[in-house]
């Protein structure tokens, strides 16, 4: 005997399924973005030298308890700190880490702002002279946190991180790079995660071809539309017989920012011309699983 399905019964399935659906889902507000703006806790730690050893600029997130917590040291990229790269900073901290993000712009007198987005004109004058603070002086900033962190009493020094996006992502993936000379003590930054970093633009830099490999985790997320990346470079990355695990999770039909709320704009680096950003729900919704997926693996 077939069963039959009455129609009350399929809008029914329907409707759970949308549920279901919606339910994994994230759903954010851009007064998520100025919950966390409100609740964020700026402090300041030592530079080191070598570097310009000037007292760095950073936010602290911590998660309920006493710890000790695995941490994450967070970079952003040209344009500065952006509202949205606070709130992943946040929502992190709530699954049980601590992250400190650091401030490369603040403490040189260069942009203190973290409550605009990217339609400032200051954060656009920074980003076309992001290089005021070189590559190597952002990894610098990075091993001063890794320094404060393994200091601080609630901190599982064993198990401190990067996270990054853009030219942050790409200063985390060359702190890795250059493990070996650092000699960081307690294993030194245990992973990364890297948003769309740039990479094609940084394979024939010194600071990629005269450098060590990779030998920790790396998780790269980057979308396929955005001109900025590119396949190529990644598989190339992949083919180069580094002995750290990584893994690189390209967004179908996903622009640069896809994890920022807002809609599809163009805009303009005089070194690479146009391109395109845009939230996508999917690749944010992704991207979060991704992460938590990574996280537990490593730092757990």
């Known amino acids: ?40 806790q700026k ?25 000790p917590f695995p941490a994450l040291i967070a970079l952003h990229g040209a344009g500065g700190i952006f509202p949205y790269q606070l709130w992943w900073a946040k929502e992190i901290s709530k699954k049980g880490y601590v992250v400190l993000f650091i401030d490369h712009y603040c403490t040189r007198d ?32 990075a091993v001063a946190g890794y320094s404060w962190l393994s200091e601080e009493v609630y901190i599982d020094k064993s198990k401190i991180g990067l996270i990054g996006w853009s030219w942050g992502g790409a200063a985390a993936m060359f702190a890795q790079k250059i493990a070996r000379r650092l000699s960081l003590p307690n294993g030194g930054f245990k992973a990364t995660i890297a948003f769309y970093p740039n990479l094609k633009f940084v394979l ?19 979308g396929k539309y955005d001109i900025l990346e590119s396949e ?40 690479v011309g146009d391109f395109g950003k845009a939230f996508q729900q999917k690749a944010f919704d992704l991207s979060r699983k991704e992460i938590d997926k990574f996280l537990s693996q490593h730092f757990r």
Not at 46 to 65: Q, R, V
Not at 132 to 139: A, T
């Open 204 to 222: 024939d830099k010194p600071q990629w071809t005269k450098t060590g490999p990779i030998e920790q985790p790396t998780l790269i997320l980057y």
């Open 110 to 141: 260069l942009l203190c702002e973290v409550k605009s987005d990217d339609e400032d004109q200051a954060r656009g004058e920074i980003m076309r002279n992001w290089q005021e603070v070189s590559p190597r002086q952002r990894v610098l900033d």
């Open 232 to 271: 190529q470079a990644y598989e190339t990355l992949l083919s180069a017989g580094y002995s750290g695990e990584i893994k690189v999770v390209g967004f179908d039909k996903a622009y640069r920012k896809f994890d920022e709320l807002g809609p599809y704009r163009e805009k303009n680096h005089p070194s």
């Open 43 to 67: 402090i300041e730690i030592e530079g080191i030298s070598p570097g310009d050893g000037k007292e760095l600029e950073a936010y602290l997130y911590k998660p309920k308890g006493k710890g």
């Open 1 to 40: 005997m077939t069963n039959k399905i009455s129609v009350p019964n399929v809008i029914f399935i329907l409707i759970f399924a949308i549920l279901i659906n919606t339910n994994n889902a994230l759903s954010i507000t851009f007064g998520d973005y100025e919950k966390v703006l409100k609740g964020s």
